[in-house]
């Protein structure tokens, strides 16, 4: 079955960087969009980023453009987040997760455990 693993949060400073990692298995990678969510309690799961199949298109939420890189290595099976530049509304845990159609806001059913990030201000 579909498996996403996050890694890569943690605690840093306003200004700092953190680059997220999700080893996903149990379809072809390659040829699956994957997205990238984030969630603050109380709040619904907002879309971040999304990359297609083979790493050529991208897509961003106005809150991250510019400072947010969503990549993938097909051949380990991984989408990455690079985030630069973080602000303390960037607080939140995220995930990854392979979309259900052509919408990448539109998350498809399987979730990891996700990772928290933590910015201080």
């Known amino acids: 079955q579909v498996q996403l693993v996050e890694s890569g949060g943690g605690l840093v400073q306003a200004g700092g960087s953190l680059r997220l990692s999700c080893a996903a298995s149990?379809?072809?990678?390659?040829?699956?969009?994957m997205g990238w969510f984030r969630q603050t309690p109380g709040k619904e799961r907002e879309f971040v980023a999304g990359?297609?199949?083979?790493?050529?298109?991208?897509v961003y939420a106005d809150s991250v453009k510019g400072r947010f890189t969503i990549s993938r290595d097909n051949a380990k099976n991984t989408v990455y987040l690079q985030m630069n530049n973080l602000k303390a509304e960037d607080t939140a845990v995220y995930y990854c997760?392979?979309?259900?159609?052509?919408?990448?806001?539109?998350?498809?059913?399987?979730w990891g455990q996700g990772t928290q990030v933590t910015v201080s201000s």
């Open positions: 990359i297609d199949g083979s790493g050529g298109s991208a």
């Open positions: 149990g379809f072809t990678f390659r040829l699956n969009r």
């Open positions: 997760n392979r979309p259900a159609g052509t919408n990448y806001e539109k998350p498809g059913a399987t």
